[in-house]
């Protein structure tokens, strides 16, 4: 298996402009989740999915971001409009059987908006 | 809310030592403890993980210790080889497969050789 793979590597973008950051699980896995990563916060649960439904959208910090799962093998994360303060690097990550079962990331999306 | 705290962290020790990390959560119903290693510019990956039906756990050069009544739990790394320079993350979650894993702050560990 090719593992969770995310896309862009990479982005850079200007204040204001939409961005959409987009995640393929491992084959099989019936939890996806959205991690952003922060010197200042660490690691930080955004949103994840059972199913392809999302279950808990508490850390999703204000309206600009939304996610979706529209099938079991491609989720988006979406910022609009972006803020310097989005720059970050964003880890999909998916498992198996929820929480308490190891977690697989992708190599992350590093994001910076000027 | 929950919580994991987690030190020290920043740990720098010869190679050769051994590296103790240690971590405390909030949430008495939390079940489930993962540690991920993450490697400059690499993704989280998970080294070892603990439930609470269990007091310790090994796997080569790595235990990981529970004590569910003082709610921490430790990371151990024995004998320490450059290679092992890395960011550490513990993590707790609920049993079950819904609700939050929440992570610590992480500890930045160097070898020196």
């Known amino acids: 298996d090719a593992g969770v793979i995310q896309s862009p590597r990479h982005e850079v973008t200007e204040m204001g402009q939409e961005v959409t950051l987009r995640c393929k699980p491992i084959s099989g896995h019936d939890y996806l989740f959205w991690y952003r990563q922060t010197m200042m916060r660490g690691l930080e649960l955004l949103i994840y999915?059972?199913?392809?439904?999302?279950?808990?959208d508490s850390g999703m910090p204000e309206d600009r971001f939304s996610a979706k799962m529209p099938n079991a093998s491609f989720s988006t994360l979406k910022i609009q409009p972006s803020e310097p303060r989005d720059s970050a690097v964003y880890f999909c990550a998916s498992s198996l059987s929820g929480v308490s079962s190891p977690l697989h990331f992708g190599n992350g999306t590093r994001l910076t908006v000027t | 809310g929950e919580n994991v705290e987690q030190h020290p962290s920043t740990l720098s020790v010869q190679e050769g030592d051994s590296a103790v990390i240690k971590c405390t959560y909030s949430d008495s119903a939390s079940n489930y403890f993962p540690w991920y290693k993450q490697e400059l510019g690499k993704r989280p990956q998970l080294i070892i993980d603990?439930?609470?039906?269990?007091g310790e756990k090994k796997d080569q050069r790595i235990a990981v210790t529970l004590n569910k009544t003082a709610k921490h739990f430790s990371l151990h790394i024995t004998e320490t080889q450059p290679e092992d320079s890395a960011v550490y993350f513990c993590?707790?979650?609920?049993?079950?497969?819904?609700?939050?894993?929440?992570f610590g702050q992480g500890t930045t560990l160097q070898v020196k050789p």
């Open positions: 999915f059972n199913n392809n439904v999302p279950i808990d």
């Open positions: 993590a707790a979650s609920r049993y079950g497969n819904t609700g939050k894993l929440i």
């Open positions: 603990i439930r609470s039906n269990v």
